[in-house]
Nanobody, 122 residues
């Protein structure tokens, strides 16, 4: 069982930056690939980024490549999402999730956090 808690969201102006954190409970964090997803009002939850258990492999949605960076610190049981050059269309609730293998598919993630709101003003 893995419990995930996101933090770091907030209100920021377009062009600004945020760093989201996802802290996991339990001793098995390093066994899981970690992913970030987001859900805007009235839209389906969508894939943003994922990182392998070792941190050696990452994947990004095309819409965030070059602006978002996913990373992890297994010693701190924490995954991060650095978000730069924020745009109003990045406004959403951001969720972290854990999966047994690297994946861009929502249904392959077994554990989810409660989400953190990111709001970008123009």
């Amino acid at each position: 069982q893995v419990q995930l808690v996101e933090s770091g969201g907030g209100l920021v102006q377009a062009g600004g930056s945020l760093r989201l954190s996802c802290t996991a409970s339990g001793r098995t964090f390093s066994r899981y690939a970690m992913g970030w997803f987001r859900q805007a009002p009235g839209k389906e939850r969508e894939f943003v980024a994922t990182i392998s258990w070792s941190g050696s492999s990452t994947r990004y949605a095309d819409s965030v490549k070059g602006r978002f960076t996913i990373s992890r610190d297994n010693g701190k049981n924490t995954a991060y999402l650095q978000i730069d050059s924020l745009k109003p269309e990045d406004t959403a609730v951001y969720y972290c999730a854990a999966a047994l293998s690297l994946s861009v598919i929502l249904s392959e993630y077994d554990y989810w956090g409660q989400g953190t709101q990111v709001t970008v003003s123009s």
